[in-house]
């Protein structure tokens, strides 16, 4: 049996509806990492059929590190102006500029594939496909540029 305590400390996790989170810990039998696990792949799946949806809207989000000499620019598409105003959407945005300034991908592939700072064991594309299922809309990294002062 699945407690409410655990459906919420999975939520509070992962960000995903409490019936997804609900699904997966019975599906996991009440594990928690196995639960995650159902909902990453759930987070792929979504994200595979939504592929194909059109972005038309998104956000240019910026960072800039505090000592001035690092920053990059950054645009991530949706596809619609209602997401790229969503907290979830923007928060997104800035987790993916604070890779691009850690890691200096060389380009948008290299970029998703790259592990994530913050959890090596999910990847930039896993992140975005988590941000998909708990959004519902298709988001893209259209491209991005990292500018740095070199002493």
């Given amino acids: 049996m699945v407690t409410a305590q655990a459906v919420k400390n999975l939520r509070e996790k992962t960000g995903c509806s ?10 996991s039998h009440g594990d928690e990492a196995k639960a ?3 909902l990453n792949a759930r987070g792929a799946e979504i994200a595979g059929k939504k592929a194909d949806r ?6 240019i989000d910026s960072y800039i590190h505090s000592n001035g000499k690092l920053g990059v620019l950054l645009e991530l598409g949706c596809e619609t102006d209602f997401v790229a105003k969503n907290e979830n959407f923007k928060n997104l945005s ?5 890779q691009i300034s850690a890691l200096n991908p060389q380009d948008i592939n290299e ?9 090596p064991q999910q990847t930039i594309q896993d992140l975005i496909n988590e941000a998909i299922a708990r959004i519902g809309e298709n988001i893209k990294v259209g491209r991005f540029a990292r500018f740095e002062i070199q002493d």
């Fill in 111 to 119: 970029l998703l594939i790259q592990p994530y700072i913050k959890n």
């Fill in 36 to 38: 995650m696990e159902v």
């Fill in 18 to 27: 409490m019936i997804e989170c609900k699904k997966a810990l019975e599906e």
């Fill in 94 to 98: 800035h987790e993916i500029c604070l």
């Fill in 54 to 59: 059109q972005i038309k809207a998104g956000l």
